[in-house]
């Protein structure tokens, strides 16, 4: 049976060389309209420098919302036999059949920022993310510590039910409730649309001028509420918390318009990504969930090193 076994031993090789040859990683974010995921996309393409022989393409739709667009990329990837997916989900419904799609072709799947339902775990390999309610939770606690535990609070939250709000804005309102007596106005979606957040900022500091706090839960929210608050003139009035960490957040906790933001590790996200693929073709053991960690910033540490390694 010599020649028998030398056949069955070649097309063993043959099956180990595909598991690792040559593909493409396709990263598919929220939308590729936002520095946040822009800075994914920096850290994926670091990680690709230490992963050999894939190419990696980056896409999104043109907004957060857009959610059947960025379910087509996800099945225009299956359908391209890509070597590996890194999807950061819009919707924890609308994905699921995509990567059930990915998972029956064999093509791994890691999940960033935010994840999928319940029916959808056993498609993906690898979720990595912010503990966006250790985050939310964070948020509170530096707000209740700013303003006491009496009065009133705005949340400007971005896509209702999206795995990252769920977690981030429930986190943030469960710990107001638990640890104080102030009342909360909102929350309010702006779609992740920082025109949309900005007239919402605007109309709720018209309608509530004894407002003593506000959250701004993602990048675009963030941002369109702290211009709000500048142009109406109640900035450093109005305790105002932001979340990520890009250029125009990081002036306005400079300028005393946020007194805080929560960064995550966006770069993080994008480099484990990839690397994390890169396993998982190669057969490496890769933990289900990984926290990619968040730091809070202010204007005492905005220079600092640990600051710097996660602003964008």
């Not at 804005?169 to 102030?182: E, I, P, R």
């Not at 995550?264 to 190669?282: A, H, P, R």
Request: aromatic content about 6%; glycine content about 10%.
């Amino acid at each position: 049976m010599p020649h028998l076994r030398h056949v069955l031993f070649s097309a063993c090789l043959a099956l180990l060389g595909s598991a690792t040859q040559a593909g493409e990683i396709a990263v598919i974010v929220k939308t590729t309209n936002s520095t946040f995921w822009q800075n994914v996309n920096k850290g994926a393409e670091a990680g690709m420098k230490e992963v050999n022989g894939h190419t990696m393409t980056f896409s999104g739709p043109a907004s957060e919302s857009a959610i059947a667009d960025q379910v087509n990329l996800v099945e225009n990837a299956v359908n391209r036999h890509v070597a590996g997916i890194v999807l950061a989900p819009s919707d924890p419904d609308a994905l699921v059949p995509a990567i059930k799609k990915a998972w029956e072709a064999r093509i791994p799947v890691v999940l960033i920022d935010s994840t999928v339902s319940d029916s959808g775990k056993n498609y993906y390999q690898s979720f990595l993310t912010t503990d966006n309610r250790a985050a939310g939770e964070l948020c509170a606690k530096e707000l209740i510590a700013k303003v006491g535990a009496t009065g009133k609070v705005a949340v400007m939250s971005y896509v209702a039910g999206s795995g990252s709000e769920v977690g981030r804005v429930g986190g943030f309102t469960a710990y107001l409730k638990a640890h104080s007596k102030l009342e909360i106005v909102g929350p309010y979606y702006s779609q992740s649309q920082m025109a949309t957040a900005m007239n919402q900022t605007t109309d709720v500091l018209a309608a509530h001028r004894d407002l003593k706090g506000i959250f701004g839960a993602n990048e675009p929210t963030a941002v369109g509420m702290g211009r709000a608050l500048v142009q109406s003139g109640r900035a450093g009035k109005v305790v105002a918390i932001g979340f990520d960490g890009n250029q125009d957040l990081q002036k306005f906790v400079q300028d005393g318009a946020l007194v805080g933001i929560a960064v995550q590790g966006s770069f993080q996200m994008g480099y484990l990504g990839v690397k994390t693929i890169q396993d998982l073709l190669q057969k490496k053991p890769v933990p289900k969930l990984r926290d990619t960690g968040v730091v809070w910033v202010t204007k005492g540490n905005l220079q600092s090193p640990e600051a710097k390694a996660v602003l964008y």
